[in-house]
């Protein structure tokens, strides 16, 4: 019997075990789910997309108000960035990406979304 800190590979997608551990411990660990490589560029994209929203002196976005913050320089910085992905075919992709999405259909029944309309508010 696995305990609830258990982490799991991801290797071709959610196997029973998975599930059944998520059922029974309410969380799901996978380890290395994306290569480092995916993550330095996820995060690049994300700092991309944060320094477009500063530039254009955005708020909101989709009527989600963006929080904002200092860096230890005292640099602004967006803490909480809405629609992400609406900048960023990088992370577009990767939110459709067949891994992400097992890992949404997880969340059954899930009446949610990833948001990926392009409707810019600010």
């Known amino acids: 019997m696995s305990n609830a800190t258990q982490q799991f590979h991801?290797?071709?997608g959610i196997t029973s075990l998975h599930t059944q551990h998520?059922?029974?411990?309410?969380?799901?660990h996978f380890?290395?789910?994306?290569s480092?490589?995916?993550?330095?560029?996820?995060?690049?994209?994300?700092?991309?997309?944060?320094?477009?929203?500063l530039d254009k002196g955005a708020t909101v976005v989709n009527g989600i108000p963006l929080k904002f913050g200092s860096d230890v320089n005292g640099a602004p910085l967006i803490q909480r960035?809405?629609?992400a992905s609406q900048y960023s075919q990088v992370?577009?992709?990767?939110?459709k990406s067949?891994?992400?999405?097992?890992?949404?259909?997880?969340?059954?029944?899930f009446?949610?979304?990833?948001?990926?309309?392009?409707?810019?508010?600010?």
């Open 10 to 12: 991801y290797y071709d």
């Open 81 to 83: 960035i809405a629609f």
């Open 22 to 28: 998520l059922n029974t411990h309410g969380v799901l």
């Open 91 to 95: 992370l577009k992709e990767f939110l």
């Open 98 to 109: 067949d891994k992400v999405q097992q890992l949404v259909n997880l969340l059954g029944p």
């Open 36 to 53: 480092a490589h995916t993550v330095k560029q996820l995060l690049y994209e994300v700092k991309s997309v944060e320094t477009f929203l």
């Open 31 to 34: 380890k290395q789910f994306v």
């Open 111 to 122: 009446n949610g979304r990833i948001g990926r309309l392009k409707k810019m508010a600010w």
